[in-house]
Nanobody, 114 residues
């Protein structure tokens, strides 16, 4: 069964940085396209960043130029380096693969506040 374990969230001041990690299991990670999503209360999960099996990346507009997605296939891990964080980045962050698994991890909470 596919499983995702996200970590690295926390409380950070505006302008600060965090690095999130997501360890995947039960999937052929090296073949998977991996996505990072986030969700704020009352809103649906939104896709924010994607990385292909070969390391090609894509970012959605709200995070473009500030976040960096990367992966370590040897560790079955995808990362999200988040820089210049703003209060509107406050959310629970999740990873998933493509095709998207119905099973989500517990997510990791990021709170940006002074």
């Amino acid at each position: 069964q596919v499983r995702f374990v996200e970590s690295g969230g926390g409380l950070v001041q505006p302008g600060g940085s965090l690095r999130l990690s997501c360890v995947a299991s039960g999937t052929t990670f090296t073949l998977d396209i991996m996505d990072w999503y986030r969700r704020t209360p009352g809103r649906q999960r939104e896709l924010i960043a994607t990385i292909s099996r070969d390391g090609v990346t894509h970012y959605e507009e709200p995070v473009k130029g500030r976040f960096i997605i990367s992966r370590d296939n040897a560790k079955n891990t995808v990362y999200l380096q988040m820089n210049s964080l703003q209060p509107e980045d406050t959310a629970a962050y999740y990873c998933n693969r493509r095709p998207r698994s119905l099973v989500w991890g517990q997510g990791t909470q990021v709170t940006v506040s002074s």
